[in-house]
């Protein structure tokens, strides 16, 4: 008897332990959930799913209502004892239509988009699985309500709300990537960014300098990158994937691997891309302008001018590019989780495809105009800290270091510079420090932290006479500087009533420049040696979201966001024009955006959503080149002749205003259909006070998809589809680069409006193997996306084979 009862004691124990881990399936598919959100507010606790779907309960034993939540999936709420009930294993079933979503990380903390006035888009591992961008950039292009604009192959500038570039933040598992010398022209530092190593990304649109500070003016894209996850029931947990892709339109060859190895108290995880980009190929139908009839090639030490044999072939655009990352996890105890990731990229040196199609005097103004290998190294520790006490039951400490190199490389067709192949090289060093607070008092939830920013940049000018390999003093594009930003700020966040969500925040951040120019002495006239700018910005929101009833929602908000001067603004100086110069400006002062919104969602029966999003900023104190004097003087005595000055000023205003409508429409037999439209419009002032359209405003774009979802299938029939920009309504900036656009009936450059069509497919063969593929801009379309220096490609088939272990 005492035998059998021991037995009976240990095989109860053996069920306890095997009990309390939940796995979660998606109902159609039968396939495990990675990533659902597992709550309870009594106790207080939270934890998501796994790779394989499963997640440890032992903080729920006492809970009776424990909440499962998950992104297109119906929120179901269990009791601990239900759970047990049914054998610890549940299948969520897809919603047709709802308000609430999950954000993990746009805010930096986990919140729910119910209580967030802000619109914020989320792009899902999922639905990159089934697009197959090609860069980061593609990634964020498949939201349909972020604008891509590309100078070449190897770029990737998005454009929101009417900004761009500086304007805009770019956040890596909580780390800011912006750097001091982020410029106001084009930029593609986004596709250091490996696609396949991010599990979740985040567009925040409109002002976001509350929790991000300076550059977050326009919004902000926040990507978190594949996490460590740790062992269950006591095994180590390993899995990993590997992916083959290729695509026509370019002959790109992609692969992926990553891995995960996790034990109780520690994990690691391991991704490796490498892909390789052949030169582009336009579509078949559009302006012949822009049509690659030539190249330039260097044969028997002559600059030749070749006939392209094919012109829709953009020669030369290819690229290779590698990314790495490394992390590892430990966490000692329930309390404390360290993470320490290494990340790095590296492209081959690329074509500045819109500078060499550009001509003077009837031949190619460049023989060669290449951007170097851009680098990008991260090493970040992340300390997350769970712990009841008066000051916070949430801290996050994060420390970063990053090494950022990029360089410029070029060379005159003809003229006195056609034998001078000159290298711009430059070199930033961004360290920075975070720690951010989280306290829940009753209906109170209170977020606060601190930031420290610094940035060394050094810049290197060299240049060698081709023709001896002689070399040439040439300037550098920037002084040695360095760039420093400290802030403080707390955001409030009070649940009114089951209805009402009251938020607010504010900001204050103090930041410099430093600037030695002593080594553009010898090129520049200069009586100084050293140029600082020290000053301080002060912003703040406030919203309010209210939800009437179950199927509407209505959030107001109010807000400013700054973008301080960098090294960039301040110390870059070149000759722009003819007998013109750009000096530094050490008088400079942050530019304001003040902002507001209002954003309604609605739920019509349970299978169709409709939801507006309504802004308008006003740009105060825009950076801007405007006329200067130095020492009293508007000219000073530059390579031998008087040149006017310029300088960086706040010397400007500009205004967006726009709208984003959405429309989902959930039907029987797993289709469903979706719109979305972005339109805005942008004005800045010019130097003669007159107003101009926003260089940084895209024309109206948007996207309509009929997607069908099955067990194991997948299809997705989409087009996407952009405005015409006349040239009444082009910028005054953009109508002197005709290169790059069409011509109409006057001769006059503009940009044609544009509609492709396009499918992708998805098949689940096995729980391990999936193929996807697709074919993109099925009627080969020839057309160039608004200010893009590249054609985008022709029709693409696309495949590609994932297999997970």
């Known amino acids: 008897m005492k035998t059998t009862i021991i037995i009976a004691v240990l095989l109860g124990m053996v069920h306890c332990g095997y009990a309390q881990t939940l796995l979660i399936k998606d109902k159609r598919s039968d396939e495990p959930l990675e990533m659902v959100m597992i709550s309870s507010q009594n106790p207080p606790a939270q934890i998501f799913t796994n790779r394989k779907g499963e997640a440890k309960l032992e903080l729920f034993t006492q809970s009776n209502a424990i909440e499962i939540r998950s992104i297109g999936y119906q929120t179901t709420i269990y009791s601990y004892k239900e759970l047990e009930e049914s054998g610890f294993e549940i299948a969520l079933e897809e919603t047709n239509v709802k308000l609430d979503e999950v954000i993990v990380s ?127 029931n006591g095994t180590p947990l390993v899995f990993g994937s590997a992916v083959a892709r290729h695509s026509t339109v370019n002959n790109e060859f992609t692969s992926h691997f990553d891995f995960n190895v996790g034990w109780e108290k520690w994990a690691m995880v391991t991704s490796v891309t490498h892909s390789k980009f052949g030169d582009l190929k336009m579509g078949q139908y559009g302006p012949d302008e822009y049509l690659r009839q030539f190249y330039v090639t260097r044969m028997d030490s002559i600059d030749r001018i070749v006939a392209n044999p094919d012109p829709l072939v953009q020669t030369p655009t290819g690229y290779s590019q590698i990314n790495m990352m490394q992390k590892v996890r430990y966490r000692p105890n329930s309390i404390v989780d360290i993470e320490y990731g290494f990340h790095f990229s590296e492209t081959s040196e690329y074509s500045r495809y819109d500078r060499l199609i550009e001509t003077k005097n009837g031949v190619p103004r460049s023989a060669v105009w290449n951007y170097g290998p851009q680098k990008w190294i991260m090493n970040n520790l992340t300390v997350n800290i769970e712990a009841q006490n008066p000051l916070f039951e949430n801290a996050t400490i994060r420390l970063a270091s990053q090494f950022m190199e990029e360089s410029r490389i070029d060379r005159n067709f003809s003229g006195g510079n056609r034998f001078r192949l000159r290298t711009q090289l430059e070199n930033v060093w961004a360290h920075s420090a975070n720690i951010d607070f989280h306290k829940t008092i009753n209906q109170h939830e209170f977020f606060y932290g601190l930031e420290y920013i610094h940035n060394d940049v050094k810049s290197e000018g060299s240049a060698i006479d081709i023709r001896n390999q002689a070399p040439i003093n040439v300037a550098d594009r920037y002084p040695a500087s360095t760039w420093q930003s400290y802030a403080g700020y707390a955001n409030y966040q009070f649940i009114i009533s089951e209805k009402a969500t009251l938020q607010s925040g504010i900001r204050y951040s103090r930041f410099s420049v430093e600037s030695d120019f002593t080594r553009h002495l010898s090129f520049y006239p200069f009586d100084f040696t050293n140029s600082n700018i020290d000053n301080g910005s002060t912003n703040g929101s406030i919203g309010f979201v209210y939800k009437p009833t179950s199927t509407w929602q209505i ?58 999003v309504g802004f ?188 997970k272990f």
Request: proline share 4%.
């Open 555 to 612: 959030s107001i908000l109010g807000g400013t966001g700054f973008r301080a001067p960098n090294v960039d603004d301040m110390g870059k100086i070149f000759d722009f024009g003819n007998a013109e110069i750009v000096v530094p400006n050490s008088t400079l002062k942050a530019e304001y955006a003040y902002n507001g919104e209002i954003n309604i969602s609605k739920i019509i029966g349970d299978f169709m959503k409709i939801d507006i």
């Open 616 to 803: 308008y900023t006003y740009l105060d104190g825009a950076m801007v080149r405007r006329p200067f004097q130095v020492n009293g003087a508007d000219s000073i005595l530059y390579d031998g002749e008087m040149s006017g000055v310029y300088a960086i000023q706040n010397a400007a205003h500009a205004t967006v205003y726009g709208a984003n409508i959405g429309v989902e429409i959930k039907l029987p037999y797993g289709f469903a259909i979706s719109s979305r439209y972005n339109y805005q419009v942008g004005n800045e002032e010019m130097e003669n006070g007159d107003m101009t359209p926003s260089r940084h405003a895209a024309p109206a774009f948007g996207t309509t998809r009929i997607t069908l979802n099955k067990k194991k299938i997948s299809l997705q029939m989409y087009a996407n589809y952009c405005a015409e920009v006349s040239y009444a309504n082009l910028n005054e900036e953009e109508r002197q680069k005709p290169v790059i656009y069409a011509i109409d009936s006057n001769g006059k450059p503009y940009s044609p409006g544009w509609v492709t069509l396009n499918f992708k497919a998805r098949y689940q063969c096995t729980s391990q193997l999936s193929i996807s593929a697709g074919l993109e801009n099925i009627t080969d379309q020839r057309y160039r996306p608004y200010s893009s220096g590249i054609v985008a490609g022709g029709r693409n088939f696309i495949l590609s084979i994932r297999a």
């Open 106 to 232: 746009a805010m930096r903390w986990q919140q729910n988009t119910r209580n967030i006035p802000a619109h914020i888009v989320t792009i899902s591992a999922k639905e990159v699985e089934l697009q197959n961008p090609q860069t980061a950039a593609d990634l964020l292009g498949s939201s349909s309500e972020v604008y891509i604009q590309k100078s070449q192959q190897g770029g990737g500038s998005p454009m929101i709300r009417g900004f761009s570039t500086n304007r805009l933040l770019y956040s890596v598992d909580g780390i800011r990537m912006n750097t001091a010398i982020y410029r106001s022209g084009n930029i593609q530092n986004v596709i250091s960014l490996d696609p396949f190593a991010i599990e979740s990304t985040e567009v925040l649109f409109g002002p976001g300098s509350i929790i991000y500070g300076s550059d977050a003016i326009g919004g902000v894209m926040s990507f978190r990158t594949l996490n460590p996850k740790l062992q269950y």
